[in-house]
């Protein structure tokens, strides 16, 4: 069984569009699982199928653990299960999802997959995540620019966008870090597991289509809040702490630099810092 879990924030029309992009037939069995973020969006009920079912999280979760109450639910029910999380600004090109029981058929010691993920113009947007922990860069490259002929590379980390997540490789639920509200908790995600012994690959043999940050830039300043947030975190677990404090100088000068020419994005990252520190205030008291 593959299940499909998607996190909708008043999103119910793109993912009607991603449900569109589903096989219709009966010859791949699958489930799509909607945690809902945004108790308020009634227009989600329109969406009601067999082959579909709605988690209510009652409040904004954020995206990790809005996965997990998805991924609790589904691992309880199905521990040997396949799960696609996946963006709902996103959908599939036809007969993808026809191709991922044989895919894992034949790499069964998978426990995370990305995907390619190209954008509507079709352009490739992710093709596999590198991690340099001694200059503490993350970034996305195409790793099959000079291996195009091999269906299936390991890999830092994959995108949260299109993430497979093989059931049968973990002894319990796997879980994203409730540290994370939005962003990098996909990279989180993959370097725990990875430590665990997990292997994360991305393979050509499966894509979808994103339109990116269609739904999170709809307020720049409270995506900037977050992702700048989540990056300090993330940058303290898993760098050192010279890289850690000159790349937080470099995010705090350029933030207070572009304040005048850019005051929503400079404030959204400046509230990120700002939240980030008082971590350390919580702390000691």
């Given at each position: 069984m593959i299940y499909l879990l998607t996190v909708n924030y008043y999103s119910t029309s793109l993912i009607a569009r991603l449900i569109q992009s589903l096989p219709s037939q009966q010859k791949i069995?699958?489930?799509?699982?909607?945690?809902?973020?945004?108790?308020?969006?009634?227009?989600?009920?329109?969406?009601?199928?067999?082959r579909l079912e709605i988690i209510e999280a009652k409040t904004n979760l954020g995206f990790g653990q809005a996965c997990n109450l998805g991924l609790t639910q589904i691992y309880k029910q199905d521990p040997q299960g396949i799960v696609w999380i996946i963006n709902p600004?996103?959908?599939?090109?036809?007969?993808?999802?026809?191709?991922?029981?044989?895919?894992?058929?034949?790499?069964?010691?998978i426990s995370l997959l990305g995907t390619l993920i190209y954008t509507p113009d079709n352009r490739l947007w992710f093709a596999g995540g590198r991690f340099i922990p001694q200059l503490g860069a993350i970034f996305s490259v195409?790793?099959?620019?000079?291996?195009?002929e091999t269906d299936c590379l390991a890999c830092d980390w994959v995108s949260g966008c299109s993430l497979l997540i093989n059931l049968s490789r973990f002894q319990s639920c796997p879980q994203f870090d409730p540290a994370y509200f939005l962003y990098y908790e996909d990279f989180d995600f993959c370097r725990r597991y990875a430590k665990q012994g997990h292997q994360i690959a991305v393979t050509n043999r499966l894509a979808i289509?994103?339109?990116?940050?269609?739904?999170?830039?709809?307020?720049?300043?409270?995506?900037?809040?977050?992702?700048?947030?989540?990056?300090?975190?993330?940058?303290?677990?898993?760098?050192n702490p010279l890289i850690f404090s000159l790349?937080?100088?470099?995010?705090?000068?350029?933030?207070?630099?572009?304040?005048?020419?850019?005051?929503?994005?400079?404030f959204g990252k400046l509230v990120?810092?700002?939240?980030?520190?008082?971590?350390?205030?919580r702390v000691e008291r």
């Open positions: 069995i699958y489930q799509i699982v909607i945690v809902n973020n945004s108790p308020a969006d009634q227009n989600l009920k329109q969406l009601e199928s067999d600004d996103t959908y599939l090109p036809s007969n993808i999802l026809e191709k991922v029981p044989a895919f894992f058929a034949s790499h069964q010691e195409d790793l099959f620019s000079s291996q195009p289509i994103h339109q990116p940050s269609s739904i999170a830039n709809r307020n720049i300043a409270i995506k900037l809040q977050h992702s700048t947030y989540s990056y300090l975190l993330t940058l303290e677990r898993y760098t790349r937080f100088l470099r995010l705090l000068l350029y933030s207070l630099i572009v304040l005048a020419v850019k005051p929503q994005a400079a990120g810092i700002s939240n980030y520190l008082s971590r350390f205030i």
